[in-house]
C-alpha cells in the first residue's frame, strides 16, 4: 500500500467509521465506498494509482474498524448514503465524486440520484443496482426476514484456529477473491478472540433484506443520475451477463477481463480499472 495512505477516525454522532485518506489535501474530493463484508482495504491496490484525487475509502457501518449499528437498527441502503453525507459534511466537502464497488455502486448510484446536486463524479466497479423484488412478494420477503432475525439471536460467529484459515474463508467465500485480495481484506477484517480469529463484520450484514425495490424504483435511481458516470464491467463478474440492464444504462461502460474484485484481486487488475478512471476523471 502507499506511504501516502492517513488512518482516520470520523464521529458522526451517530455512529463512528474508519476510513483510509489517499492522495494529495488539494486534489479532487472523492468518498470511496466497498463491497458487501469488504472494507477499505478493497481500494489499497486501486486508490495509489489514481490521480489528481483526495480519496477517503470508508469502512461502511459494520464492516473493518467502523462501528456496527445499534441493537435493534438495520443496513438499509437509505442508511449508508446518510453516513456518507455526513462523511461529506465533516471533510467540508459540499460537492464530491463517488467510487463506489458492488454494494459501494449501489449505494452510489442511489445518492446520485437522490441529490445530484451534491455528488459531481460517479465512478463504478461491476455494481449499479440493488437485487430487485416484485410487488407481490413483499409481504413474504418481511416475513423471511423477521424470522431470520430471530434465529440470529444467540448465534456465535465462526471462529478459524488461525489466520490462514481465516483467510483461505475470505477466498472461498460466496464471491472468491485471490489470496493477495483476501489477506488485504483480512488486515482490517479479522480480530483474536478467543480460541483463534473471526471477521469482524457485523453478523446482521448477513441478514435477508426486509424490502427490496421494485425494477422500476431502482431504475428511477439510475435515471435520477445527472453527473458523468463511468461503470468498470468485470468480464467474469455479476454485471456482465445482465445485458438487459446494460443496455439500458447511459454512463459510459468499460469491460475489463477479471472477476468482480478486479480492482483488487492482481495489480494487472487495479492498473487497468486506474488507467480507465483517471481517463474519465481527466487525469490520464
Request: proline residues 5%; glycine residues 12%.
Amino acid at each position: 500500500m502507499s506511504a501516502q495512505v492517513e488512518e482516520v477516525r470520523l464521529t458522526l454522532g451517530h455512529i463512528e467509521l474508519a476510513a483510509h485518506l489517499f492522495g494529495p489535501e488539494d486534489g479532487m474530493p472523492v468518498i470511496a465506498l466497498h463491497g458487501w463484508l469488504d472494507n477499505a482495504n478493497s481500494f489499497a491496490r486501486l486508490a495509489p494509482r489514481l490521480k489528481g484525487l483526495r480519496i477517503i475509502a470508508l469502512d461502511l457501518a459494520g464492516h473493518g474498524y467502523s462501528g456496527h449499528r445499534p441493537l435493534g437498527a438495520g443496513y438499509a441502503l437509505a442508511d449508508y448514503a446518510h453516513d456518507v453525507l455526513r462523511v461529506a459534511e465533516q471533510m467540508g466537502w459540499q460537492r464530491f465524486a463517488l467510487l463506489g464497488h458492488s454494494l459501494g455502486a449501489i449505494i452510489s448510484v442511489q445518492l446520485a440520484g437522490a441529490l445530484p446536486e451534491r455528488v459531481s463524479h460517479l465512478a463504478l466497479i461491476d455494481g449499479v443496482i440493488p437485487p430487485t423484488g416484485a410487488e407481490q412478494d413483499a409481504g413474504d420477503r418481511l416475513g423471511m426476514a423477521l424470522q431470520a432475525q430471530l434465529r440470529m439471536d444467540g448465534k456465535r460467529k465462526t471462529v478459524y484456529p488461525t489466520l490462514e484459515e481465516g483467510v483461505k474463508a475470505r477466498m472461498n467465500g460466496m464471491v472468491a477473491v485471490s489470496r493477495e485480495a483476501a489477506e488485504l481484506l483480512a488486515q482490517r477484517g479479522l480480530m483474536p478472540v478467543p480460541g483463534g480469529y473471526s471477521w469482524r463484520s457485523d453478523s446482521r450484514l448477513t441478514l435477508p433484506s426486509p424490502v427490496r425495490l421494485t425494477l422500476g424504483q431502482a431504475m428511477a435511481y439510475v435515471k435520477g443520475v445527472k453527473c458523468p458516470a463511468s461503470l468498470v464491467v468485470a468480464a467474469d463478474g455479476m454485471l456482465a451477463r445482465n445485458t438487459g440492464l446494460l443496455k439500458q444504462l447511459r454512463f459510459e461502460q468499460t469491460v475489463l477481463p477479471g472477476g468482480h474484485h478486479l480492482h483488487l484481486n492482481d495489480e494487472q487488475g487495479a492498473a487497468l480499472v486506474a488507467d480507465c478512471f483517471n481517463r474519465f476523471f481527466g487525469f490520464a
